[in-house]
């Protein structure tokens, strides 16, 4: 009969402790996802040593990657608007086309292949 109950507990045990351990493999902390761990190396995380203008470039690099993939065209910075003629201060430019350029590649690479760029 005792083996009867520690089987039972065993068993209730190890179901108590799966949600736990999915919550924690997710990244979701105390079973609410709204605080989430930071995902450090995402394929879609700017680099920290980006300034603030990089970043946004960054962000809006891998946004249009997304537009062309959904929309089936072919990979070309280029053929971005927000690329060719950016709504950013003429001092920034150079730096949130680097920072575009680099989160488009990035998102190609990811969404496209390796060898899509």
């Not at 083996?3 to 990244?27: C, D, E, H, Q, Y």
């Not at 065209?73 to 001092?91: A, F, I, L, T």
């Amino acid at each position: 009969m005792k083996l009867k109950w520690i089987g039972f507990s065993v068993i209730a045990i190890s179901l108590a402790l799966i949600p736990t351990s999915k919550a924690r493999a997710s990244g979701v902390v105390g079973g609410n996802p709204a605080v989430a761990t930071q995902d450090h190396g995402s394929w879609d995380t700017p680099p920290e040593e980006f300034r603030e203008i990089q970043r946004q470039g960054f962000h809006d690099g891998v946004e249009g990657a997304r537009k062309d993939f959904d929309n089936h065209r072919r990979p070309d910075v280029n053929n971005r608007e927000e690329y060719r003629h950016p709504h950013v201060p003429e001092s920034a430019r150079a730096d949130y086309k680097a920072g575009f350029e680099r989160g488009y590649q990035q998102a190609v690479e990811h969404l496209y292949g390796h060898h899509a760029y």
